[in-house]
């Protein structure tokens, strides 16, 4: 098992970082999946600011999990989520996606027995420099005894 000074050093580890531009015919897909009507004047699904975020972070999950000593077959689980949305996104703006690792926390359930709960935060910057929108995530990483 990681231990807690390993998984403590990774707060503060910021993200390659990218970009993302949301792309017509993906707002399209989203809005009709979750069946929401396609929003006016060419405002993106708010979702955007989620799937912009991971998108343009720079690692792929499998190098997040590396980093928190874990990997998929782990049992790793989403933590939470919280979008900010500064100002709507626009359907073909682009974005430069920054961010890293906020947190780290261990925890111990009497079922779950130990778990390390790894947050992170990314921003999509606009062509101005402009925060336009924030994520804020975890994951949830169970831990089983040597």
């Known amino acids: 098992m990681t231990s807690l000074a390993e998984l403590q050093s990774i707060v503060g580890h910021q993200f390659p970082g990218g970009t993302y531009r949301v792309e017509p015919y993906r707002n399209w897909l989203t809005c009709d999946t979750v069946l929401s009507p396609l929003p006016a004047d060419e405002v993106a699904h708010p979702m955007f600011c989620y799937y912009g975020a991971l998108a343009g972070m720079g ?41 890293g690792i906020t947190d780290v926390e261990r925890k111990e359930g009497k079922r779950a027995g130990v778990f390390d709960i790894v947050a992170f935060r990314l921003e999509l910057v606009d062509a101005a420099g402009e925060v336009a929108a924030v994520s804020t995530n975890s994951f949830v990483f169970p831990r089983r005894a040597s």
């Open 59 to 99: 690692i792929s999950l499998d190098e997040l999990f590396a980093l928190a000593g874990a990997t998929a077959e782990d049992g790793v689980m989403f933590g939470e989520a919280e979008i900010d949305l500064r100002r709507p996104l626009r359907i073909g703006e682009s974005f430069t996606v920054r961010g």
